[in-house]
């Protein structure tokens, strides 16, 4: 965190990594607002182990990856108020859809202390 007058900046960073080589499964029928998705999988974890490129239902293998950015912000009006505000941004990525997507938050508010 970096503190000068009245305004206080912070940054912060996570990552996590998985290659131990364990098979990622794939999400198919999977609508916008569905309540509901299908996962595939293989017939047998041999059998998608010698042949991923070609089966449809083969395990996916290669790393999965975490990642997380968080940027926050506050401002001193006064004594005991401060106005606050943040952005959150998470990255998965991984060798299938079902470990792989992106999220993002901004975040807005007031802190009284009396």
Known sequence: MYETGPWQLSVGA????NNNGNGSLTVTNCAT???SCSVTTPGSFAAAFANPQTS???LRFGAETASKI???ANYALGPGVKMIGGLIFNNLSGPSNAVAGQSWAALLGMDFRF
């Open 56 to 58: 449809q239902t083969a």
């Open 33 to 35: 607002g569905a309540v």
């Open 14 to 17: 996570a990552i996590a990594r």
């Open 70 to 72: 968080e940027v926050g």
